[in-house]
């Protein structure tokens, strides 16, 4: 019998094994996916992600920052924002008083470094984590008791808590009969990475344009990580470009800040959808990650939520007292009362954000780039905008 199972073997499942490691609690961890070896290529990973400080300080905690290649993070000293009418709103670490606004790194190199923690002295005497893997979900049930789970090769596990975090399209929100609607926003993001012509200065750029988002993240080596929000057929326009045409169009949209680009890796797409899940927690049963909720990427705050969930769940687990069943709801129910006001607001100021910016409405556009200015000349509203992403 387990006391936690965590179902999805990614970044944000990984962390709360983790974090939980030294609890006197019997873990068990099943992920679908082969190991695979480590990249021994030096091209840069198109799944770039932008770490807060707060989530950097929660994997500091389960001992996986350290063991990240620190020639591969790059951190974000300074943030340009432009509306698209030339209003400008910018952040600086030094504005703020900290060391950095966040860090960008590669989701390989990310999910390695939490994976070899958690999962590295798995094999151990010592250990208390049981990998699975590859296996795949057949069945899930519930009982009073415990959590039945049946693997595809008929294997049985019983669990006092199940952990949902296996994705955007959770087969465990499913099982759990967790009804969700998730709402497509009618767009993809294209990403990519690129060398560019001038220094970006550890800084990361963002432009709100009519027919889409525009970010480009810092990389070290002056590389830069691009994820455009744009319509669908902006999408297929985009990927049929060749890679002379591409860099020219981003260049141009980035209003040449960057001088010219070079293409390190071929672009792709995927496409974005907002998801609220009303109920996160039943009896035996917590979702975390992307399986309790998915954003728009404008904020960059996708990932961060995750490691929020994590930080939160293991901490009700570690505090809950000897006695007390990980499984139960009112445990599991501070997890879920800690967690929804941040999620929720996030959720609903980047919804506001993309459909502000993605509107022809004049008024609007006034509205937006006046804000976008205002909000430039109010330092005490500027550092409590930061301060917020940066946790």
């Known amino acids: 019998m387990f006391d936690v199972l965590i179902i999805g073997g990614g970044s944000v499942g990984t962390s709360l094994a983790a974090a939980i490691r030294s609890a006197c609690l019997n873990v068990g961890l099943v992920e679908s996916q082969p190991a695979k070896p480590a990249p021994s290529s030096l091209a840069w990973d198109s799944r770039i992600f932008a770490i807060s400080s707060g989530s950097a300080a929660f994997l500091q905690q389960c001992d996986a920052w350290q063991h990240l290649d620190l020639a591969r993070v790059q951190a974000v000293e300074q943030m340009c924002v432009w509306g698209d009418e030339g209003a400008a709103l910018d952040f600086s670490a030094y504005q703020m008083g900290v060391p950095e606004l966040a860090f960008i790194l590669e989701n390989r190199a990310l999910q390695e470094a939490i994976w070899q923690q958690a999962i590295g002295q798995a094999s151990t005497a010592q250990s208390n984590l049981t990998l699975f893997q590859p296996a795949r979900c057949e069945h899930l049930r519930w009982t009073e008791e415990a959590a039945h789970l049946t693997l595809q090769d008929g294997r049985i596990l019983q669990a006092k808590l199940i952990v949902g975090a296996d994705g955007a399209d959770s087969w465990v929100r499913q099982q759990a009969g967790i009804v969700v609607n998730p709402t497509s926003y009618q767009q993809h993001g294209v990403v990519a990475n690129f060398m560019a012509e001038k220094s970006h200065r550890g800084t990361a750029f963002q432009w709100f344009q009519p027919d889409g988002i525009l970010a480009l993240l810092p990389l070290p080596q002056n590389n830069v990580s691009m994820v ?67 954003i728009h990427p404008l904020s960059g705050q996708g990932i961060n939520l995750g490691f929020g969930d994590a930080q939160q769940l293991a901490q009700v687990l570690l505090q809950r007292g000897a006695e007390q069943d990980c499984g139960n709801i009112h445990l599991l129910r501070r997890y879920e009362r800690a967690r929804k006001e941040d999620v929720t607001a996030m959720i609903i100021a980047t919804d506001m954000l993309k459909k502000l910016f993605n509107n022809d409405h004049p008024l609007l556009r006034m509205a937006r780039n006046s804000g976008l200015a205002f909000t430039n000349r109010m330092m005490p509203l500027k550092k409590m905008l930061a301060r917020h992403a940066m946790n």
């Open 228 to 294: 455009w929000s744009v319509s669908l057929q902006k999408s297929a326009h985009l990927l049929q470009l060749s890679e002379q045409a591409l860099c020219a169009e981003i260049a141009s949209a980035s209003q040449h800040k960057l001088g010219a680009l070079q293409l390190l890796n071929k672009p792709s797409a995927f496409p974005l959808r907002r998801l609220y899940v009303p109920q996160t927690v039943k009896p035996r049963l917590a979702l975390i990650g992307d399986a309790a909720h998915n």
